[in-house]
Structure formats: structure tokens, C-alpha cells
């Protein structure tokens, strides 16, 4: 089955009480019992819910995994893998990521005695350079967020199985309309939904899927122990959003091709982070791991000063100046100050996210506007 078909059709079956063709809402806490224990699969919508399971199957099933597990946000997702190591278990996570990623580890994780490192993914000498007997998990984001470093996956999982370490990937960037994690050797792959897979700006939650059962019992036993779950109504709105993830993904992919090239002519901007060009350093691996190259695109100014990011950001009519990204509208966003505020300056600087960084995620509106939206706002 393709993916198409898939994203419209997997882990979906008609109601079989009604023939409805849309997996309903079971608004529902709780189900009767025949007598204890003489159920029909379904107990508590903690633990289980028909809407949430058909989204899980769903999930799993465009991954190319067996297990997929929702949240209540991206970041109840990490939590649970997070909570998966002890005292004196180290992490290593790239350098480049997520500010909330970083925050959970270094603010939450870190006081319970889990040591992180961060370092540049896209050496591999680099990551095994910090991995001892205490390594358990190498965590990935790529493309990074949010200089759109590519980080090669198969290569990580080839030096993570030859230690038992675990792999995980954030594939939020790519989405699983363009990169399959675990068909490169990782172990969990981690969405937040928020972004393409919901695609419409008005759901929250998060997600992992894995092909190991034990991995995944462990996981699954943590989200209900926690109770990090999403509600049925939420679910039923990603359900509806994947529909289309092939078709939006493809006019994201575009529009940014676009809006990266013209920026390439504009004397105003500095710095493109786009994995599409030629010149950008991963440009192969992404070729080689990726199906096309994103939606998302990063860069700076010439005049490298916060003051000059916000005059751009806050002068744009299509592109939205809020956090988050992936949905159907234009984004824009200044991370230094919104998306990575949580990252010490000295150490998002290390990485690239200078004060005139700005971020597009850009959406499927017509790509005439946007150019034009841009042009105006970069006078």
C-alpha cells in the first residue's frame, strides 16, 4: 500500500454498528463489562480508546512500524522516553534542537540524575566520542530545528546497535510523507502531531512509534501509568488532517523551493538554511534520506541584530508571526526569542541561532503571495 493510501486508509475500518466511514468520536471514560474483567477490549480511555487507537494504528502504519502510541503534546511524548532511563543513564542529543527538548532535559530530567550530552550530529565522531557503559539512548532531530542540519540516521543506528544503545528521531521537520526513521535503523520515531501530521493549527499532541514489543510495553505502561494522553475529539481531528498529509506536504515541499530561491536574491538576507541547495552540507544525505526537501527553511540578516528580525517579523501579512509550524498557513518566527528563548544565548549561538535568525514554515497558500509578502516586509 503507498502512502497516500495509507495516510487515507490505515488503521481506519467503517463503524461496524452504523457503516459511518469516519472512525467516530467515542466521547467516552468509561465501558461496561459484562462481568469483571468480560470486556470487548476496552476498560478506561486512559488506558484505551477506539478513536485514539485508530489514530495510534494509523501512525504506526506510515512510519513502516507495528506500535504507535498518541500524547497530549509532543512533549508528554518525550517525557515518556525520557522516563524510560535511571539515575546514571547518559543521553546524547544533538546540539541543534527544539528548546523545549532541551529544557525537559536539562531543567527536568538532569535533577533526577540522567546525564545529557550535546553535540554536533552531523559528525559521527563526535557522538561516539561521548558513548561509555552508561549510554542508553542517542537522541536525533533532523532536519534540526531550527538550522535544518541533516543528521544521517542509518549511521547513528549503526553505531548505536553495535553498543545497545537506543536510537530515537523527532521527525517533525520531515514528516513521514518524507523520511521513515526506523527504516534506517531507529528504534522509536517521535512526531509532535501539533505540526504537519495535524497540519491545520488547531490540535495539540504528540506521538511515538516503535517496532520493538517490549520497547513498546515499556512505553505504553509509562503513558498510562502518567496519563499523558490525548482526548477522543483531537484524535478524530488528526485522523481527519492525515487525509491529506500527501497532498499538503507536496505544496509545503514547493512553496518552499520557491521562497528559498528568492531569498537567495534578496540583499537583505544573510544566511539560507535550506536543505535543498546544493551548497547546503547535507545536501546529499537529505537527497539520499529524505524524499524531498521540507517545507521549512531558516535564515539571517545581514544586519544581525534582534532589532532587525522583529522589524521583518512583525511587518509580514501572510506569513503569521507565532510559534509552531507545519500548518496549512504561513509561520513566522524569531527563535532566539520565541521557539529557543529556553537555550542559554551563549550555547544557541554555538549552533547558529544568532539574534537575526528567522524561521518560515511555510505554508499552501499561493506561492505569489508569499513571495510578495516577504519582498514587503524585507524593504
Not at 502510541?69 to 512533549?75: D, K, P, V, W, Y
Not at 520497547?215 to 478524530?236: K, R, T, V
Amino acid at each position: 500500500m503507498k502512502f497516500g493510501t495509507k495516510a487515507i486508509h490505515a488503521g481506519q475500518h467503517p463503524d461496524p454498528t452504523t457503516g459511518a466511514i469516519m472512525t467516530p468520536i467515542y466521547q467516552t471514560s468509561t465501558y461496561v463489562q459484562a462481568s469483571p474483567g468480560d470486556h470487548k477490549g476496552y476498560e478506561y480511555s486512559r488506558t484505551q480508546n477506539p478513536t485514539r487507537q485508530a489514530l495510534d494504528n494509523n501512525l504506526a502504519a506510515l512510519e513502516n512500524g507495528t506500535y504507535g502510541l498518541t500524547f497530549s503534546s509532543g512533549m508528554g511524548a518525550i517525557d515518556t522516553v525520557a522516563k524510560l532511563f535511571k539515575p546514571g543513564d547518559e543521553v546524547i542529543s544533538t546540539n541543534d534542537l527544539y528548546g523545549g527538548t532541551y529544557r525537559i532535559f536539562t531543567k527536568i530530567f538532569e535533577k533526577y540524575g540522567v546525564k545529557f550530552h550535546f553535540v554536533g550530529m552531523t559528525d559521527i565522531a563526535a557522538i561516539e566520542e561521548k558513548i561509555n557503559s552508561n549510554t542508553k539512548l542517542i537522541w536525533i532531530e533532523t532536519p534540526t530545528n531550527p538550522m535544518l542540519n541533516v543528521i544521517d540516521i542509518e549511521k547513528v543506528s549503526s553505531l548505536a546497535k553495535a553498543k545497545d544503545i537506543l536510537v530515537a528521531v523527532d521527525n517533525t521537520f520531515a514528516s513521514p510523507y518524507l523520511q521513515n526513521p526506523i527504516d534506517f535503523g531507529a528504534d522509536i520515531v517521535m512526531h509532535s502531531v501539533t505540526k504537519f501530521l495535524g497540519g491545520h493549527s488547531d490540535v495539540v499532541m504528540g506521538a511515538l512509534v516503535c517496532n520493538d514489543e517490549k520497547l513498546y510495553e515499556e512505553l505504553a505502561f509509562i503513558q498510562n501509568s502518567c496519563g499523558a494522553i490525548p482526548g477522543p475529539q483531537d484524535c478524530f481531528l488528526v485522523l481527519r488532517g492525515i487525509k491529506t498529509l500527501h497532498i499538503r506536504m507536496q505544496r509545503h515541499c514547493e512553496n518552499a523551493a520557491v521562497i528559498a530561491k528568492y531569498l537567495k536574491t534578496n540583499d537583505k538576507v544573510d544566511k539560507i538554511y535550506w536543505p535543498g541547495f546544493e551548497d547546503h552540507p547535507q545536501h546529499e544525505l537529505s537527497k539520499k534520506q529524505m524524499r524531498d526537501f521540507g517545507g521549512m527553511i531558516s535564515f539571517t540578516l545581514k544586519d544581525n541584530t534582534t532589532a532587525a528580525a522583529n522589524r521583518v517579523v512583525s511587518r509580514t501579512k501572510l506569513f503569521t508571526l507565532a510559534e509552531s509550524l507545519g500548518g496549512v498557513e504561513s509561520l513566522i518566527g524569531h527563535p532566539a526569542s520565541m521557539t529557543h528563548a529556553s537555550i542559554p544565548k551563549e550555547e544557541r549561538e554555538k549552533t547558529g541561532v544568532v539574534d537575526s535568525l528567522i524561521r518560515l514554515s511555510v505554508g499552501i497558500e499561493d506561492v505569489d503571495d508569499l513571495q510578495a509578502d516577504l519582498e514587503e516586509a524585507l524593504k
